[in-house]
Every structure is written in C-alpha cells, then in structure tokens.
C-alpha cells in the first residue's frame, strides 16, 4: 500500500496511464520521494501502480528524454543527480527572471479580479497540509506560470516551466506536516496580497525570498534571513 502523501499510488483506469504515471514519477522525483541515485524497476513501479508494465516503461522512456532518470542495462533506470552547480544556476535564472517580472504583475493585477489565482492559492495550502506533493507542485506551478502570463511573454512564461521542470525539491519530502512547507505555501497568498496591491517591489522582494526555498528548505537545508546556507 502506498504512503499517504505518496506520488507513487494506484491509478484509475478511466485515466491516460502513460500520461498519469509520468506526471507521477515526475512529482516524486522532483520532491526527492524518489532519490537522486535510486534505482527503480518497471515491474516493481507497475505493480504500485496497479497497471500493466506498458504504460510505466513509456513513462520511463519519457522521463529519460527530459533527463529525470537513466537506464541502467538489465537492471532498470536510475532517478539522475542534479549537482549544486545546476541547481545553483536553475535558481539564479528564476531569480533573475521571475522576480523583477512582479513588477509589472503588480500594474496588471492592482484592483483586478484574483479569484483564479486565490484558489490556485488555496489548492497550494490545501495539497501542504494534505501531504499531497504531486498536487502541490502541479498548484504551485500553475500559480506562478499564471501570473508570469499576465507580463505578455510567451517566451518567458515557456522559459520559468522549463526551469521548473529541471529543479530538483529533494528535501521536499522530508517537510511533510512542517512549519515550513506551511509557511512556503501561505507565502503565495502573501504574494498575492501584495500584487494586488500594487506593490511590485515588496512582491518582488518576496519572489527572490521565495524562490530562494529550492536552495533552502526544498533542498533539505536550514535558512537564513540573508539568504541560503
């Protein structure tokens, strides 16, 4: 039986299975449920699921493309390793990036109707205190591309969902029930407080705080308020 909270669980047969258990193994990976160097198997994973082994070995040769795992001959595929370099980097370029982009956010979205992304808010805080990493980092990442949208930049909208399909939350997992990931979750209703607002500088500050967690909390380590150990 799968943990609760877990990305790894039986899927429904009405769903797209290739899809479904891509998007799993994905959220597991991503929120280091699956660890950088764990070796897993299509059989094992295919009776977790509760699916034939067709749909998880077409998962697998997916996630290999975009560079999440690797086969190991005879064996099966091994989860890839993100060094603290990629990970550094991945998080400059958000920085860099997303953070300024608040600004003009702020202008679109001051005295705007919010209610989409309050809800995507909700889901955020509701999926953290439900444990529930594959739905929050589905919210989480809808949230942010969302507001990205309203800058008008197609490019950089694509840009933020490439580099968030390249981060690696390894300490995610290990924040289940935390103040932390409570904390990182209300943080996106906070965002969103100033936003509306019309305050682009103090959502920026708050992006580069918040953005900073894939280098801190998320990656298993302890935070300063200066920035990341």
Known sequence: MAKRGSSIRE?????NLRSKVE???AAAIISGELEQGELV??????????????????AMLDLEKRGFVEPVKNKGFRVTTV??????E?????????????????????????DHFEALADRI????????????LAADTSFHLALLALTGNRRLVETDAELRRQTRMVGLVGLRNSDELRRSAQEHHDLLALLSAGDGGGAERLMV????????WWAGRIESDDGVD
């Open 83 to 88: 060094s603290e370099q990629d990970l550094l």
């Open 23 to 25: 998007g799993s193994l």
């Open 125 to 136: 805080v509701a999926t953290a205190e439900h444990v529930d990493f594959k739905g929050y």
């Open 11 to 15: 899927i429904r047969a009405e769903e």
């Open 90 to 114: 991945i998080v400059q370029i958000r920085t860099w990036l997303e953070a300024p982009a608040m600004r003009i956010v702020a202008d679109r979205l001051r005295g705007a109707p919010t």
């Open 209 to 216: 705080h918040h953005i900073r967690h894939a280098r801190g």
């Open 41 to 58: 198997t299509v059989p094992a994973l295919a009776v977790k699921f509760a699916v034939s082994a067709t749909p998880v070995r077409e």
